[in-house]
């Protein structure tokens, strides 16, 4: 068993890492099992200091690590760049709010003392996905470690290079032995670790279905999830809002990663009345992307991760138009070499539709007519998934009406969704449970205890 890391725009292997048999496996969930009494016990500003140097780390060799990001998985290089200061920001936040938000809480009760006090878990095993490789894991290694517990990583089978990259970040920056480690395993073997007595908690970012299998399996085992899984996040254009910065905006919420993104806007759901205006805009920006090499600076739409999904893709668009969905451009492959797709939009997707139903996860913009603020409402409400949203209006308190009646975990008005270290982050339906961020992420994965003294 190996893992072959292939460069998705050129189709290239650039290298093939040995995977690991069991006595690997078993011989790294030993060394985190050792670590953690140790770690669990360390000062909390040790730990704290531990993370600013990975903070640091990640600033010192980010042109290296976001190489490795845009060339192992496509991302356009300066969104590889920014996905490295990202992460970098997220540790710096739980080493400067750590402490705060683990602090002791004093509760009047009948006692003489009494308190809620917030301790390690143990060891937790993160499943996480390849479209944005360094920050899905540092979002959940920067507030578990901080915390207090270990971390072990299986990261998905075609980024095998920036799993390696990420444990070694952590171990420049001076961690001890077996507080992180990337298991190099396949998915079939998720199941055994999950089921370890080592591992005391389970997070998985990725699709639906794995996220069922996961719980299933750590529920089977009274082991703590936080699922974050799909999303198809409605991006609402009511007839006020300002056009121009409206369309720019979702260019950029559409095609950044091209398109792959569980928080990228997926439903364009446009009031009618300004449907032809908003769309004629949109489509010329849409057109204007270039398919390119990820690493020039005049490219502006990366490849697809890899062609098999490139092909998925496709074959949902392909089915949506004979459904009766309008291709207003694009809705194919690029021609030649490389896991690229054009920018596209689909418009007249009604229900029933594929790309109705599914999430279409790359450069594609679904877009569905509404008769009003009500009919749009219902539409974005009528989904499955429940991660994000967006509401674009003039009116910021009439946006923040409809923010409170959307179904997800997060809205923004007039402007793009995004995740931010000082806010939660996560879904509802099937878009998972639990939290990333925030205090409410860095709780998760904590006992929280209360002690009482009379």
């Not at 089921?195 to 399996?217: C, Q």
Request: charged letters at 25%; one cysteine or more.
């Amino acid at each position: 068993m190996a893992f072959t890391s292939i460069n998705p725009a050129t189709g290239e292997a650039l290298e093939n890492i040995p995977g690991w048999g069991s006595d690997e496996l078993q011989r790294a969930l030993a060394q985190v099992a050792a670590a953690t009494p140790g770690w669990a016990s360390s000062p909390l500003q040790q730990r704290c200091t531990l993370m600013r140097r990975a903070a640091s780390v990640l600033r010192d060799r980010r042109d290296e690590l976001a190489r490795i990001i845009t060339t192992e998985m496509g991302k356009l290089f300066r969104e590889a760049c920014a996905e490295v200061d990202k992460c970098a920001l997220v540790c710096d936040h739980y080493a400067d709010n750590g402490p705060r938000y683990l602090a002791d809480e004093l509760i009047n009760s009948d006692a003489g003392k009494s308190c809620v006090t917030h301790q390690p878990l143990g060891t937790v095993l993160a499943v996480m996905p390849w479209n944005f490789p360094f920050w899905q894991v540092f979002r959940f290694a920067a507030p578990t470690l901080t915390a207090g517990n270990t971390g072990v990583l299986k990261h998905a089978s075609n980024v095998p290079r920036c799993a390696l990259a990420i444990e070694s970040v952590f171990r420049e920056a001076g961690f001890p032995d077996g507080v992180f480690r990337t298991l190099l395993i396949e998915a079939a073997q998720v199941e055994e670790v999950i089921k370890d007595p080592r591992i005391h908690a389970v997070t998985l970012t990725g699709s639906e279905p794995a996220g069922r299998r996961v719980a299933a399996v750590a529920g089977a085992a009274l082991k703590k999830t936080v699922l974050e899984l799909g999303g198809s996040d409605p991006f609402i254009v009511l007839e006020d809002c300002e056009l121009e910065s409206t369309v720019r905006e979702a260019v950029a919420s559409r095609f950044l990663n091209a398109g792959q993104s569980c928080i990228a806007a997926k439903r364009f759901i446009l009031v009618e009345s300004v449907a032809a205006s908003f769309l004629e805009k949109f489509r010329s920006a849409v057109e204007s992307l270039q398919p390119g090499d990820p690493m020039l600076s005049s490219t502006t739409l990366a490849p697809m991760a890899r062609c098999d999904l490139r092909d998925e893709l496709h074959r949902q668009v392909i089915d949506s138009i004979e459904q009766g969905a309008i291709p207003l451009t694009g809705c194919a492959p690029v021609e030649g070499s490389g896991a690229f797709y054009q920018a596209s939009i689909l418009d007249r997707v009604e229900p029933g539709m594929r790309a109705y139903e599914e999430e279409l996860f790359g450069p594609v913009a679904t877009v569905i007519r509404a008769r009003d603020e009500n009919e749009a409402m219902e539409i974005a409400n009528s989904s499955r998934f429940g991660l994000g949203g967006s509401i674009w209006t003039a009116d910021s308190s009439r946006g923040e009406r409809l923010a409170r009646e959307l179904q997800a975990g997060c809205c923004f008005v007039n402007g793009m969704v995004k995740s931010d270290p000082r806010l939660p982050f996560g879904g509802i339906k099937a878009s998972g449970y639990g939290r990333e961020l925030s205090w409410q992420g860095m709780l998760e994965f904590v006992n929280t205890k209360t002690i009482w003294i009379k």
